[in-house]
């Protein structure tokens, strides 16, 4: 007798039925049934899905200030995801902790079940952590800092004699240790030596955004890193020649041996060291290394030298490098000059050591920088620059004329880093002519601390300085009590300044013609004008911005302040719009 069994499939069940026997065509015997040959229920055949096996999510970047959060991982085999922050910024803030949730998607064939508890990764979060079976994900990663935004590596240079350095000169952002290639326990001369240098950023920066082949290191023929690296490579193709010099003749001695040792090459440039012992008085100059090109000379040692003629005490020509390194170096000036300091129309790095006791003082013409004029690029790590520019006239010859004061500390006219150090100055314009003339012409000081024609990077340093104007008269304008610079960017340091006039003043602290960015630092400023004028909060006591009919901001701008220029700008006079009012 057969065994008969009677099965009773819902009308729903069996249009499954029918629907899984199309799409996987297996039939399975009913066991006991005529030893398996009796038609029975038929059953899909499911394929088994394999558990997630990547571990590290790829394509979460680290938080880094300034930015965009992304909003998805990089796929791979295995999954998709998508990615949510917390905060909620469109661009990562400074000095903020950020938590990415990441959901992820299985792919066709592959499962989350089975997945064990915290099993992923993520590179740089500080933690990373999910459920079993899960695939949400929480990366919590360190408090952003800024990225490291000082190229110029300092205190690291072979010197015929000398004992090779192991630490760099700290930055504001960053310290870092040296080894050297080949390992000598004094520098030979005529010899190659590579340098590896490892850098530690400082609490609140980060090498993660710095680019490849960022950093510089001067002397170097080649310098390179790779990108969000810290690890730096700098090859000098010999050490420094040492010239050492303890009065007068040697001075002028040093300068004619570099002047007549011939050129070196873009890529090979000849380096000298000069080493000052004591207190040196040394002549006004031209051509101080003479017409030669790739040069680079250090000065260094312990004195002074001090100018005892009117003129520059250094001249640095096109495509010579002049690098001032010394705490104990004094370069000092004249109370009564008729220019600057220092001259410069190639490079100038000032590490260490003090400008001082220049005044840039004339009669009828402009006058430029009381400390430093730069007609090229100047880059400020340490030491401090003092001096004063000051014009002066009791008349003027028509309606049209003008007579400026420009940068009482340092007048640039190309780009200046500044990463530390101090500038103090004052710049001052002033007429005393009561004819019908005068009463149309323009009597103007810029930047008491600063001027830049170019573009200001302001990393960290001290910045004072005082911008006035006066005549009888004249129309007088005053700009930038600490700075006047073309573009400015600030991500570190303070400034303070105030600007006077009897007529017109613009940016106690600062004042920034084309663009404006600041992330960092503090500025101060107080502008006054006449009474009679009723400028003193219209022109802005920190910071005027002069577009248009121009921007101004009153108030101290604090450390956390963040200011564009590029912002969104108020329509109406008197309005205020992203920390900006319009005059």
Known sequence: MKNTIKARIMPTLRLTAIALVIVFNAVLPLT??????????????????????????????????????????????????????????????????????????????????????????????????????????????????????????????????????????????YTGTVTWSPSHSIFAASTQYTATITLTPKPGYTLQGVTANFFTVAGATSVSNAANSGVITAVFSQASEVLTVTNTTEWNNALNRIATSGNGTYSTPKTYTIMVSGDITVPAATQTFGSVSYVAVTLQGNGKLSLNSQGNMIQVGNNQTLIIDSANLTLQGMANNNTSLIYCSGKLEMRNGTIQGNTNVSQYIDTYGGGVYVNGNFTMSGGTISGSSRSSTSYMMNSTDTLNSLGGGVYVNGNFTMDGGTINGSCYSSSTGTSTIDYSSHVNSYGGGVFVGGTFIMNGGTISGSSNSSSQKSITSSYGGGVYANSFTMTGGTISGSSSSSSNSYGGGVCVITAFTKTGGIIYGNDATDTNKNNVAGNGHAVYYASGTGYYRNNTLGENDSLYSASPLPANSGQTLNGWTKR
């Open 32 to 173: 006991g049934c005529d030893n398996g040959t009796t038609p029975g229920v038929i059953f899909p055949i499911i394929p088994q899905a394999t558990t997630v096996t990547i571990a590290a999510i790829q394509g979460v970047t680290v938080p880094v200030t300034g930015r965009i959060p992304v909003t998805s991982i990089t796929e791979n085999a295995q999954y998709s995801g998508t990615v949510t922050w917390s905060p909620n910024h469109s661009t990562f803030a400074v000095n903020t902790q950020y938590t990415a949730t990441i959901t992820l998607t299985a792919k066709t064939d592959n499962t989350l079940q089975g997945v064990a508890a915290n099993f992923f990764t993520v590179t740089g979060a500080a933690s990373v952590s999910n459920n079993a079976n899960s695939g949400i994900i929480t990366a919590i990663f360190p408090a952003t800092g800024a990225v490291i935004t000082i190229a110029a590596i300092q205190g690291v240079a072979p010197i015929t004699g000398r004992t090779p350095v192991t630490a760099i000169t700290s930055s504001a952002q």
